[in-house]
């Protein structure tokens, strides 16, 4: 009787407790944990180094620790490499910060979008939705073979690699190409 007691604590405790641990996500060899805010998570993927130096480079630091919430498409260190050489040493200069920022912005949605929200605004969209980007861009995306993937405003496509990075203040897709705005 006494264990029966013990266990059925057990399990309401269970079924009560906060669900992190199923919900935490592998990025760039870390654990992201929804409890941590988005920067607290990404300056620990070592697949997002590239990302981090640039929101540092344009200030943007503070804007992404805050309440959000935010939905980040994060490109990864080898996106980042697929832009022209010197394309990034160019961007992080002080003088070039308001491309800089214009550029990473236009890979923030307000909201928190998991990636089942993203589907069923392509299936309520006929095969794509249009979404506007904290740089007031617009960024279009679609299905294609059960995954999600993004077109900028140049046409350039992003697959998203890893869904549904929940943050304490939002949710991280990550991707594979730098998405451009216009």
Known sequence: MKKLIISAF???AIAFAPNTFAQTKMVGGAAMYPTKNIIENAVNSKDHT???AAVKAAGLVETLEGPGPFTVFAPTNEA????PAGTVDF???PENKATLTKILTYHVVAGRLSAAD????VKMGGGSATLTTVEGGKLTVMEKGKKLY???????QSWIT?????????VIHVVNTVLMPN
């Open 162 to 170: 890893i869904a549904d990075v929940f943050q304490s203040n939002g």
């Open 150 to 156: 993004l077109v900028d405003e140049k046409g350039g």
């Open 10 to 12: 057990a399990l309401v």
């Open 50 to 52: 590239t990302l981090v």
């Open 118 to 121: 993203l589907m069923a605004k």
């Open 80 to 83: 980042f490499d697929k832009l």
């Open 91 to 93: 961007l992080v200069k």
